[in-house]
């Protein structure tokens, strides 16, 4: 079992920056890939980012390549979502996931989610 917690989310404008984390607790973290997914009112819950256990390995959804960065800290069991140059379509609630058993974008593969954090990004 794994318990995640997102943190970080808020109001901003277009154009500026949030950094969303992610704190992991329970079995290994640093085993697990890590994925960021979102979910805009009305809307399905999205892939946004990926890392890799061994952080080197990421890929990102083309709404948000160039855009954000994600990373992760296994010595602190935490992950990142750094968010820049925001824009209105990015606002949703956040989540973070942990311990993937098929493709990366696909939301039936993770197992362990977070409750999310709230993105809004006025225009």
């Known amino acids: 079992q794994v318990w995640l917690e997102e943190s970080g989310g808020g109001l901003v404008q277009t154009g500026g920056s949030l950094r969303l984390s992610c704190a992991a607790s329970?079995?290994?973290?640093?085993?697990?890939?890590v994925a960021w997914f979102r979910q805009a009112p009305g809307r399905e819950r999205e892939f946004v980012a990926w890392?890799?256990?061994?952080?080197?390995?990421?890929t990102y959804a083309d709404s948000v390549k160039g855009r954000f960065t994600i990373a992760r800290n296994n010595a602190e069991n935490t992950a990142s979502l750094q968010m820049s140059s925001l824009k209105p379509e990015d606002t949703a609630v956040y989540y973070c996931?942990?311990?993937?058993?098929?493709?990366?974008?696909?939301?039936?593969?993770?197992?362990?989610w977070g409750q999310g954090t709230q993105v809004t990004v006025s225009s």
């Open positions: 996931a942990v311990y993937s058993t098929g493709r990366y974008d696909n939301i039936g593969a993770w197992h362990y």
């Open positions: 329970g079995r290994a973290f640093s085993d697990y890939s």
């Open positions: 890392i890799a256990w061994n952080s080197p390995s990421t």
